[in-house]
């Protein structure tokens, strides 16, 4: 399975487009992607979307973003949400916990995470 990394940056941006994100891309593969943005000095996912569940995928994403994290020397950081009701919450924080991630020292709703790769 080959993974494809997209790193895009608009070219129609407008003014709030500016300020919003210093850089934004996007990670597919055949059974699913991973939306991110570099933000302030972190890297930020903003959507993981996994087709079939339970296979793999969504760790592969994960590395993959870790790898560009890694690169740029960024620390990672999300909100957490279920993408539908084939995962609960529990089972997403014991995801994300696996995959090297703890809540953010600022976090108030179990949702922020953080991992800090470098």
Known sequence: MKTVIKRTLPL???CYDLFKYEYSGEIKDENGCLKYAIE???LI???IKVLKQRIGTGKKLINKVKEIA???????SFYAYPQDETI???ELQK???SQGFDLHPDD???RLYL????
């Open 12 to 14: 129609n941006l407008n």
């Open 40 to 42: 302030n000095g972190e």
């Open 88 to 90: 609960t919450d529990d």
């Open 45 to 47: 996912i903003e959507n």
């Open 108 to 110: 108030v709703d179990g």
């Open 95 to 97: 995801f994300f916990t």
């Open 70 to 76: 890694i690169e740029n020397n960024l620390p990672i």
């Open 115 to 118: 991992n800090k790769i470098f």
